[in-house]
C-alpha cells in the first residue's frame, strides 16, 4: 500500500475503500452511502436509542431496512411458542431499561421519538440473537443496494452515534466487489435466520420513553395513580407488570372508594394467582392518595414475605414490627429503637406489617393498635379470624375476629385476604363479611337485613330458590340498596325515590313508592336471566364485595399458561435404594429420635395447656431434616429466643418470639429432646440428601436447572452446602431472608444479594437453588424445570406457592417435575398418602385440596379422609356461590400500565411512603 494514502481519511482502490476518524471526527460515512438506496442490512453492536442517530432521514427513505442485534438472550430462552416470546419480550424489556439514564432520556427524548416513528414506519425490522447463537456480535457490518443493481458492503467499528465518530477511534473497511457484498451478505443471512424479532413491546416503551413526563400526586387523576407510581417499578423495569386480574383488582379498589368512600373487600382468589401482589397494590395507591395509615395483618410466618414483595416489586419500604424485641425492623433489616409497646402505634414508614399472632396471644400491644385510626387495614389469611365451632354449643369468636371488628371501625379501608370460601362453612364466610359491614354497612346492610343471615339467603344464592315476588325482592333490594351505576333499573329506584348520588345504602321506602315502569322493569328483572344467572345471584352484596378468581378459569380465558407437574417418586418406578412405598427410607437412630419426640410432646401435654398444637410444629420440624431436628431440639433446651437476624418461620418461632417465657415451661421433659439429639447425633446422615442427589443426577434434574424448598433455614442451608461438596464445580444458591441469601462453591459460602441470586438464576448461571417459604414469595425461577419439597407442607396452599415458582408466567416447558420427601413412619408419611391420593390432575394438581388442613386432622387420619370427603362435596354443590360475577374481575379496562406515559415522581412517592404514622 502507498505509504501516502495512510495520511488522508479516504483511501481508495479498485474496489476498496478505507476510512478512519482518526484523520476526521466529520466524516459520516454511513450517510452518503445511504442516499438513494434501495435496501439496507445490517449487522450492528446492542440495540440503543442511538442506532439510527446520524442517518435517520436516510434509512426513513430506504424501502427495505434490516438490522440483526446483539441480546442478552439464552438460547433455551428462543425457543417457539407464546412462552418464549414472553420470555424474549421480557429480557429485551429488562436490557434496554436497565441502561435507561433518567437524565439522557430527558436530553435525548427527540431521538427517541424518530427511533419510534422509523420502528412504526413499517420498512424497518429489527432481530435479535441469543448470545450462544452470537456470544457478541462485535464485527459490525452491512450491505447497501441501489436501484442500477449496485451495492457496497462495509466492515468495522463504524457506530452511528455522533460521539462514536467524535469520541471514538473508528475505523471502517468499504468493498464494492461483488464477492466482498456477497460474502456479507451471506454472514447477514445466517445470522438473520437464527433471529428474534425485537418485541413490539419494546418498541412501545421506546415512544413512551419520548413522551413521558414527570408528574406530581397532585396532577395525577386518583385513578390513575397506581400505574403512574408502577410504570417504572421494579417489576415493570424487569419486563414483568401486573397480571389484568390484578390491575382489575386495583381498578375494583378505587372504584369503591369513589363510590362508598371507603373500599371493603374479600378477595378469595386461589393460591398461584397473585393475591398477595392485587393486595400490595391497593395499599400503594391507598397511601398515596394520603388516605392515611396503612396496617397489615398477617402471620408471623409471612412478615417478611410482604416486606420483601413490597420493596423487591413495588420499591415500596415497609416496616415490621418485632413483638419479641418491641422494635420495627426496616426493609433492609436494620432494627429501630422504641420506647416498647406502645410504639407499634408509631410505625416508621406509612406501611407497617403486624403479625396477627400477637393478637391472638391478645399481647400488651393490642390496646395501643385499636387506640389509633387507619387510612387502610389488611388481613392476610383472615380465613382464621372465624368462630369456633363445636357441635352442640353457640358459635365463639376467637381473639382475632374480636379485634378484626372492633379494628373495622376505626379504618377506612379493608381489604381481606383469604382462602378460597368454597372450603369453608357458608357461616365462616359470614364471619368475615361481618368484619367488612362494620361502620360500611353498604356491605350487607343495616341490623334487619337478610343479607346477613346465610340461612335466609344461601339458596337465594345457589340459585335453588327463585325470588319472584315483589315483596320480598324488594326487601333484599332496599337493604343493602345497591350502587346507581350498577344497572339501570338501580338508576330508575333512585330517580323514584329522589335520592341524589350515586349511592345510597338503605331505604325505609315501600316499593308502592316506586314509579310503575320502574316495577315492571323489576319484575321482568326477577322473571329473565343476567349471563344465564337468576337476578339475585348475580346482584347481590357478595358479588359486589367478593372477588375470586380461579386459576383454571384464567387458563381457559387464555390469562395463564397450562403447565402440568409430574409428581415423584412414582409409585410404579420407585427407587427401592432410597423409597419405601412413596417415603424415604430411615435408620433405625432417626426412628428412636422420632419416637422420642412423641414422648416430650406427650409428657408436656400433661401438664401444659396447647402442647397438642406444640406437638404438631415439633414432628414438622424433626420430619424436615436430620439438621432440623437437631438445631430444634438445641433451641429449646437452650430455652433461647429467636437470634436478631433470624425469621419466623412457623408458629412455633412465633410462640417463642412472642412469649419468651414459654421455653421455661419444658425444664421437666427436657430428658426427652436430649435423647432426640442422642440419636440423630448418633447418625448424622440424611437419606433426604442421598435422595435430593439421586434426583439431581440419575434423573438429571440439575441439566435444566433445579430449586429445592424447605420451611426451615436450618434445613436449607445444610442441604446448600452438602450438595456444594458433591457437586464441588456447581454454584448452589440460597435464597433466604435478609442478609441470610448467598452460594455455596466447593463447600465455600459467600454473602449475596438475593437480587444477584434471581439475576443469575435467569441468565442460567446458577441452576440449583434452594430457598425457604418465607423468603420465596415474589421469587420467579421459570427457567428451571424441577422442584424438590425437602420436608413437606401440610397445608396445600403452601405447596401450591412452591410449585408456583416454576409453574408460572414465562415458564416455556409444558411440564415440571415436582418431587416431594417423607420419612417413612411419620405423620408426614400419613399425611402425604392421604394428600397426594388426591393429587391426580397433573394440570390442577391441588384442584381437589383444601387451601388449609384443620390442625384436628393431623392426629386423626379417618377423620381427615372424611374431612376431604367433604370438602369435595361442598365443592361440587357451591361451586358458583362465590364466583358468579367473577368473571367480571378477569380483567381490566384493557389499557396497559406499561405505556403510561405519566410518571410519578419518585422523590415524592418514596417521601410519602417513608413518613411515619403520626
Given at each position: 500500500?502507498d505509504?501516502?494514502?495512510?495520511?488522508?481519511?479516504?483511501?481508495?482502490?479498485?474496489?476498496?475503500t478505507?476510512?478512519?476518524?482518526?484523520?476526521?471526527t466529520?466524516v459520516?460515512f454511513l450517510?452518503?452511502?445511504?442516499?438513494?438506496?434501495?435496501?439496507?442490512?445490517?449487522?450492528a453492536?446492542?440495540?440503543?436509542?442511538?442506532i439510527f442517530?446520524?442517518?435517520?432521514e436516510?434509512?426513513?427513505a430506504?424501502?427495505k431496512?434490516r438490522?440483526?442485534?446483539?441480546?442478552?438472550?439464552?438460547?433455551r430462552d428462543?425457543?417457539?411458542?407464546?412462552?418464549?416470546?414472553?420470555?424474549v419480550?421480557r429480557?429485551?424489556?429488562?436490557k434496554?431499561?436497565?441502561e435507561?439514564d433518567?437524565?439522557?432520556?430527558?436530553?435525548?427524548?427527540?431521538?427517541?421519538?424518530?427511533?419510534?416513528?422509523?420502528?412504526k414506519?413499517g420498512n424497518?425490522?429489527?432481530?435479535?440473537?441469543?448470545r450462544?447463537d452470537?456470544?457478541f456480535?462485535h464485527?459490525?457490518a452491512?450491505?447497501?443496494?441501489y436501484?442500477?443493481?449496485?451495492s457496497?458492503?462495509?466492515m468495522?467499528?463504524?457506530?452511528?452515534?455522533?460521539q462514536g465518530?467524535?469520541?471514538?477511534?473508528?475505523?471502517?473497511?468499504?468493498?464494492?466487489?461483488?464477492?466482498?457484498?456477497?460474502?456479507?451478505q451471506?454472514e447477514?443471512d445466517?445470522?438473520w435466520?437464527?433471529?428474534r424479532r425485537l418485541?413490539?413491546?419494546?418498541v412501545?416503551?421506546i415512544?413512551?420513553t419520548?413522551?413521558?413526563?414527570q408528574?406530581?400526586?397532585?396532577a395525577?387523576?386518583?385513578?390513575?395513580?397506581?400505574q403512574?407510581?408502577l410504570?417504572?417499578s421494579?417489576?415493570y423495569?424487569?419486563?414483568e407488570?401486573?397480571?389484568?386480574w390484578?390491575?382489575?383488582?386495583v381498578?375494583?379498589?378505587?372504584?369503591?372508594?369513589?363510590?362508598?368512600?371507603?373500599a371493603?373487600?374479600l378477595?378469595a382468589?386461589?393460591?398461584g394467582?397473585g393475591?398477595?401482589?392485587?393486595m400490595?397494590?391497593a395499599?400503594?395507591?391507598s397511601a398515596?392518595?394520603?388516605?392515611g395509615?396503612v396496617l397489615?395483618?398477617?402471620?408471623?410466618?409471612?412478615?417478611?414475605?410482604?416486606q420483601t414483595?413490597?420493596?423487591?416489586k413495588?420499591?415500596?419500604?415497609?416496616?415490621?414490627?418485632?413483638?419479641?424485641?418491641k422494635?420495627?425492623r426496616?426493609?433492609?433489616?436494620?432494627l429501630?429503637?422504641?420506647?416498647?409497646?406502645e410504639?407499634?402505634?408509631r410505625?416508621?414508614?406509612r406501611?407497617?406489617?403486624?403479625?396477627?399472632?400477637?393478637?391472638?396471644?391478645?399481647?400488651?400491644?393490642?390496646e395501643?393498635?385499636?387506640?389509633?385510626?387507619?387510612?387502610?387495614?389488611?388481613?392476610?389469611?383472615?380465613?382464621?379470624a372465624r368462630?369456633?365451632?363445636a357441635l352442640?354449643?353457640d358459635?365463639?369468636?376467637?381473639n382475632l375476629?374480636k379485634f378484626?371488628l372492633q379494628?373495622?371501625?376505626?379504618?377506612r379501608h379493608?381489604?381481606?385476604?383469604?382462602?378460597t370460601?368454597?372450603?369453608?362453612?357458608?357461616?365462616?364466610?359470614?364471619?368475615?363479611?361481618?368484619i367488612?359491614n362494620?361502620s360500611?354497612?353498604?356491605?350487607l346492610?343495616r341490623?334487619?337485613?337478610?343479607?346477613?343471615r346465610p340461612d335466609?339467603?344461601?339458596?337465594?344464592?345457589?340459585?335453588?330458590v327463585?325470588v319472584?315476588?315483589?315483596?320480598?325482592?324488594?326487601?333484599?333490594?332496599r337493604?343493602?340498596?345497591p350502587?346507581?351505576?350498577?344497572a339501570?333499573?338501580f338508576d330508575?329506584?333512585?330517580?323514584?325515590?329522589?335520592?341524589e348520588?350515586p349511592?345510597?345504602?338503605f331505604?325505609d321506602?315501600?316499593?308502592?313508592?316506586?314509579?310503575?315502569?320502574t316495577?315492571?322493569?323489576?319484575?321482568?328483572?326477577?322473571r329473565?336471566?343476567?349471563?344465564g344467572l337468576r337476578?339475585?345471584?348475580?346482584?347481590?352484596?357478595?358479588?359486589?364485595h367478593?372477588?375470586l378468581r380461579?386459576?383454571?378459569?384464567?387458563?381457559?380465558?387464555?390469562?395463564?399458561k397450562?403447565?402440568?407437574?409430574e409428581?415423584?417418586p412414582?409409585?410404579h418406578?420407585t427407587?427401592?435404594?432410597?423409597?419405601?412405598?412413596?417415603?424415604?427410607?430411615?435408620?433405625?437412630?432417626?426412628?428412636?429420635?422420632?419416637?422420642?419426640?412423641?414422648?416430650?410432646?406427650?409428657a408436656?401435654?400433661?401438664?401444659?395447656?396447647?402442647?397438642?398444637?406444640?406437638?404438631?410444629l415439633l414432628?414438622?420440624?424433626i420430619c424436615?431434616s436430620?439438621?432440623s431436628?437437631?438445631?430444634?431440639?438445641?433451641?429449646l433446651i437452650e430455652?433461647?429466643q429467636l437470634?436478631?437476624d433470624?425469621?419466623?418461620?412457623?408458629?412455633l418461632?412465633?410462640?417463642?418470639a412472642?412469649?419468651?417465657?414459654l421455653a421455661?415451661?419444658?425444664?421437666?421433659e427436657?430428658r426427652h429432646?436430649?435423647?432426640?439429639?442422642?440419636h440423630?447425633?448418633?447418625?448424622p446422615s440424611d437419606?433426604?440428601?442421598d435422595?435430593?442427589?439421586?434426583?439431581l443426577e440419575?434423573?438429571?434434574w440439575?441439566d435444566d436447572?433445579?430449586?429445592?424448598?424447605s420451611q426451615y433455614?436450618?434445613?436449607?442451608?445444610?442441604?446448600?452446602?452438602k450438595l456444594?461438596?458433591?457437586?464441588?464445580?456447581?454454584?448452589?444458591a440460597?435464597y433466604?431472608g435478609?442478609?441470610?441469601s448467598?452460594?455455596?462453591l466447593?463447600?465455600?459460602w459467600r454473602?449475596?444479594?438475593r437480587e444477584?441470586?434471581?439475576?443469575?438464576?435467569?441468565?442460567?448461571?446458577?441452576?440449583l437453588?434452594?430457598a425457604?417459604?418465607a423468603?420465596?414469595?415474589?421469587l420467579?425461577?421459570?427457567?428451571?424445570?424441577?422442584l424438590?419439597?425437602?420436608?413437606?407442607p401440610?397445608?396445600?396452599?403452601?405447596?401450591?406457592?412452591?410449585?408456583?415458582?416454576?409453574?408460572r408466567y414465562?415458564?416455556?416447558r409444558d411440564f415440571v417435575n415436582?418431587a416431594?420427601?417423607?420419612?417413612?413412619?411419620?405423620?408426614?408419611e400419613?399425611?402425604?398418602?392421604k394428600l397426594s391420593?388426591?393429587?391426580?390432575?397433573?394440570?390442577?394438581?391441588?384442584?381437589?385440596l383444601?387451601?388449609?388442613?384443620?390442625?384436628?386432622?393431623?392426629d386423626?387420619?379417618?377423620a381427615?379422609?372424611?374431612?376431604l370427603?367433604d370438602?369435595?362435596?361442598?365443592?361440587k354443590?357451591?361451586?358458583?356461590v362465590?364466583?358468579l360475577r367473577?368473571?367480571?374481575?378477569l380483567?381490566?379496562?384493557g389499557?396497559?400500565?406499561?405505556?403510561?406515559?405519566?410518571?410519578?415522581?419518585?422523590?415524592?412517592?418514596?417521601?410519602?411512603?417513608?413518613?411515619g404514622?403520626?
Amino acid at each position: 500500500m502507498d505509504e501516502k494514502l495512510a495520511s488522508i481519511p479516504f483511501a481508495k482502490t479498485d474496489f476498496i475503500t478505507r476510512f478512519s476518524s482518526r484523520h476526521s471526527t466529520h466524516v459520516v460515512f454511513l450517510k452518503d452511502r445511504l442516499k438513494g438506496a434501495v435496501s439496507y442490512d445490517r449487522i450492528a453492536g446492542y440495540f440503543r436509542s442511538s442506532i439510527f442517530e446520524l442517518i435517520h432521514e436516510e434509512v426513513s427513505a430506504i424501502d427495505k431496512v434490516r438490522i440483526i442485534c446483539n441480546s442478552d438472550l439464552d438460547p433455551r430462552d428462543v425457543a417457539v411458542g407464546k412462552a418464549a416470546e414472553d420470555v424474549v419480550q421480557r429480557t429485551m424489556l429488562e436490557k434496554w431499561n436497565s441502561e435507561d439514564d433518567p437524565v439522557a432520556s430527558l436530553r435525548d427524548r427527540a431521538r427517541y421519538g424518530r427511533l419510534y416513528e422509523l420502528l412504526k414506519a413499517g420498512n424497518v425490522e429489527i432481530k435479535v440473537v441469543s448470545r450462544d447463537d452470537a456470544p457478541f456480535l462485535h464485527g459490525k457490518a452491512g450491505v447497501v443496494r441501489y436501484p442500477d443493481s449496485t451495492s457496497t458492503a462495509f466492515m468495522g467499528s463504524i457506530n452511528e452515534t455522533a460521539q462514536g465518530w467524535a469520541r471514538s477511534y473508528e475505523l471502517v473497511w468499504e468493498d464494492r466487489s461483488p464477492d466482498g457484498t456477497n460474502w456479507v451478505q451471506a454472514e447477514f443471512d445466517e445470522l438473520w435466520k437464527i433471529g428474534r424479532r425485537l418485541p413490539e413491546a419494546v418498541v412501545e416503551e421506546i415512544g413512551r420513553t419520548a413522551r413521558k413526563v414527570q408528574v406530581k400526586l397532585e396532577a395525577l387523576p386518583a385513578d390513575k395513580v397506581g400505574q403512574s407510581a408502577l410504570v417504572e417499578s421494579p417489576l415493570y423495569r424487569r419486563g414483568e407488570e401486573l397480571m389484568p386480574w390484578q390491575r382489575a383488582f386495583v381498578t375494583l379498589f378505587h372504584r369503591h372508594r369513589e363510590q362508598f368512600g371507603k373500599a371493603r373487600l374479600l378477595l378469595a382468589d386461589e393460591v398461584g394467582v397473585g393475591k398477595t401482589l392485587s393486595m400490595a397494590t391497593a395499599a400503594l395507591v391507598s397511601a398515596l392518595l394520603g388516605d392515611g395509615p396503612v396496617l397489615i395483618l398477617c402471620p408471623a410466618t409471612l412478615g417478611i414475605q410482604w416486606q420483601t414483595e413490597l420493596l423487591d416489586k413495588l420499591n415500596v419500604p415497609t416496616a415490621l414490627w418485632l413483638s419479641s424485641k418491641k422494635m420495627w425492623r426496616d426493609p433492609h433489616g436494620h432494627l429501630i429503637r422504641t420506647r416498647g409497646a406502645e410504639d407499634i402505634t408509631r410505625c416508621p414508614y406509612r406501611i407497617g406489617i403486624v403479625s396477627t399472632g400477637l393478637i391472638v396471644q391478645d399481647t400488651k400491644e393490642v390496646e395501643h393498635l385499636l387506640r389509633r385510626h387507619y387510612g387502610m387495614v389488611i388481613l392476610d389469611e383472615g380465613h382464621k379470624a372465624r368462630k369456633q365451632r363445636a357441635l352442640g354449643k353457640d358459635p365463639v369468636a376467637g381473639n382475632l375476629l374480636k379485634f378484626m371488628l372492633q379494628i373495622a371501625e376505626r379504618a377506612r379501608h379493608l381489604i381481606i385476604g383469604t382462602a378460597t370460601p368454597i372450603q369453608t362453612e357458608v357461616d365462616e364466610l359470614w364471619d368475615l363479611l361481618e368484619i367488612l359491614n362494620r361502620s360500611a354497612t353498604h356491605v350487607l346492610g343495616r341490623e334487619m337485613s337478610a343479607w346477613r343471615r346465610p340461612d335466609q339467603v344461601r339458596d337465594i344464592l345457589t340459585g335453588d330458590v327463585a325470588v319472584e315476588d315483589e315483596a320480598e325482592a324488594w326487601n333484599l333490594l332496599r337493604n343493602p340498596l345497591p350502587p346507581r351505576d350498577d344497572a339501570p333499573l338501580f338508576d330508575n329506584i333512585y330517580q323514584d325515590l329522589g335520592f341524589e348520588g350515586p349511592i345510597h345504602d338503605f331505604t325505609d321506602e315501600s316499593y308502592t313508592e316506586l314509579q310503575s315502569f320502574t316495577r315492571e322493569d323489576l319484575v321482568d328483572n326477577l322473571r329473565g336471566t343476567i349471563k344465564g344467572l337468576r337476578f339475585f345471584q348475580y346482584h347481590n352484596p357478595i358479588s359486589r364485595h367478593v372477588v375470586l378468581r380461579r386459576r383454571r378459569t384464567l387458563e381457559d380465558a387464555g390469562l395463564m399458561k397450562k403447565i402440568a407437574v409430574e409428581m415423584w417418586p412414582k409409585t410404579h418406578d420407585t427407587n427401592v435404594r432410597y423409597f419405601e412405598g412413596q417415603a424415604v427410607k430411615t435408620s433405625g437412630d432417626f426412628d428412636l429420635a422420632y419416637e422420642a419426640v412423641e414422648k416430650f410432646t406427650s409428657a408436656l401435654a400433661q401438664r401444659v395447656k396447647g402442647a397438642g398444637f406444640m406437638k404438631n410444629l415439633l414432628r414438622q420440624r424433626i420430619c424436615s431434616s436430620v439438621a432440623s431436628g437437631l438445631s430444634t431440639c438445641r433451641k429449646l433446651i437452650e430455652k433461647r429466643q429467636l437470634d436478631d437476624d433470624e425469621v419466623v418461620e412457623d408458629e412455633l418461632d412465633e410462640l417463642l418470639a412472642e412469649d419468651p417465657d414459654l421455653a421455661t415451661v419444658f425444664s421437666n421433659e427436657v430428658r426427652h429432646l436430649q435423647e432426640v439429639i442422642y440419636h440423630l447425633e448418633r447418625n448424622p446422615s440424611d437419606p433426604k440428601l442421598d435422595t435430593c442427589v439421586y434426583f439431581l443426577e440419575e434423573r438429571g434434574w440439575l441439566d435444566d436447572g433445579c430449586i429445592i424448598f424447605s420451611q426451615y433455614y436450618d434445613t436449607a442451608h445444610w442441604v446448600a452446602e452438602k450438595l456444594s461438596h458433591h457437586f464441588p464445580q456447581e454454584t448452589v444458591a440460597v435464597y433466604g431472608g435478609a442478609g441470610r441469601s448467598g452460594v455455596f462453591l466447593n463447600g465455600q459460602w459467600r454473602s449475596v444479594d438475593r437480587e444477584d441470586i434471581k439475576k443469575a438464576v435467569r441468565d442460567y448461571t446458577v441452576r440449583l437453588v434452594i430457598a425457604t417459604d418465607a423468603a420465596a414469595e415474589g421469587l420467579n425461577l421459570q427457567t428451571l424445570a424441577s422442584l424438590i419439597n425437602i420436608d413437606l407442607p401440610w397445608n396445600p396452599s403452601r405447596l401450591e406457592q412452591r410449585i408456583g415458582r416454576i409453574k408460572r408466567y414465562g415458564q416455556k416447558r409444558d411440564f415440571v417435575n415436582m418431587a416431594n420427601l417423607v420419612y417413612q413412619n411419620t405423620v408426614d408419611e400419613k399425611v402425604y398418602d392421604k394428600l397426594s391420593a388426591r393429587m391426580k390432575d397433573r394440570y390442577d394438581l391441588l384442584g381437589s385440596l383444601p387451601d388449609v388442613i384443620d390442625d384436628d386432622w393431623i392426629d386423626d387420619i379417618e377423620a381427615m379422609e372424611e374431612g376431604l370427603k367433604d370438602f369435595t362435596k361442598k365443592k361440587k354443590s357451591t361451586a358458583d356461590v362465590f364466583e358468579l360475577r367473577y368473571g367480571n374481575f378477569l380483567q381490566d379496562d384493557g389499557s396497559s400500565w406499561q405505556l403510561c406515559e405519566q410518571v410519578l415522581d419518585k422523590d415524592e412517592a418514596m417521601k410519602v411512603l417513608s413518613s411515619g404514622w403520626s
